[in-house]
């Protein structure tokens, strides 16, 4: 089984500053690996897939890059509603399945 | 717009059997292109996939919940169904339903609002 890690746990920023999320997996994931936001309330929303392509409507603020076993999110300038948690997903190919990780928390420094 | 939405009772008692039911609106669940997942996560918790479904019937369970998991799909209805059984209280959860892209890459592109079922006596 691919266990996923994210670093840090939670990530302090101020609104206009970068944010930079990492996310670890076991084992080679390639680039089969998505990131999702949610905010407190709400369901899941992707953000990321294939490691690096934006999912629709999503801002061009957010940006993802890695392969095999290391990951980033990187959310150029932090607005107000950037304020959650993210969550890295890794996915096998065949049969399909996925593993989350723990999470980032992003607050407001 | 697709859409979609979980269903089922909210309060389930230890040792029985969860049931919910996920309705796609505004769209086929007959899609070439697309799986169909379960996902929950526990209060103030993490992620966690439970399994997927192709309509035509195939069907991916996480290993660690695959002996108590049942996942069904009815066409007719534009529905798919998750069964948990022998339920303890460590499968209170907000219970999510979400469409899985179906590679190249996959990923689950749309999600239900949840549903909470707490088990409890």
């Known amino acids: 089984e691919i266990v996923m890690t994210q670093s840090p746990a939670t990530l302090s920023v101020s609104p206009g500053e970068r944010a930079t999320l990492s996310c670890r997996a076991s084992?080679?994931?390639?680039?089969?690996l998505a990131w999702y936001q949610q905010r407190p309330g709400q369901s899941p929303r992707l953000l990321i897939y294939g490691a690096s392509t934006r999912a629709t409507g999503i801002p061009a603020r957010f940006s993802g890059s890695g392969s095999g076993t290391e990951f980033t999110l990187t959310i150029s300038s932090l607005q107000s509603e950037d304020f959650a948690v993210y969550y890295c997903q890794q996915y096998k190919n065949w049969p399909p399945s996925g593993t989350f990780g723990p999470g980032t928390k992003v607050d407001i420094k | 717009q697709l859409q979609l939405q979980e269903s089922g009772p909210g309060l389930v008692k230890p040792s029985e059997t969860l049931s919910l039911t996920c309705t796609v609106s505004g769209g086929s669940i007959r899609s070439f292109s697309y799986y169909w997942g379960w996902i929950r996560q526990p209060p103030g918790k993490g992620l966690d996939w439970i399994g997927s479904i192709y309509y035509a019937g195939s069907t991916f369970y996480n290993p660690s919940l695959k002996s108590r998991v049942t996942i069904s799909v009815d066409t007719s209805k534009n529905q798919f169904s998750l069964r948990l059984s022998s339920v303890t209280a460590a499968d209170t959860a907000v219970y999510y339903c979400?469409?899985?892209?179906?590679?190249?890459?996959?990923?689950?592109?749309?999600w239900g609002r949840g549903t909470l079922v707490t088990v409890s006596s």
């Open positions: 979400a469409r899985l892209e179906g590679g190249p890459y996959w990923y689950f592109d749309l």
């Open positions: 084992q080679s994931v390639s680039s089969n």
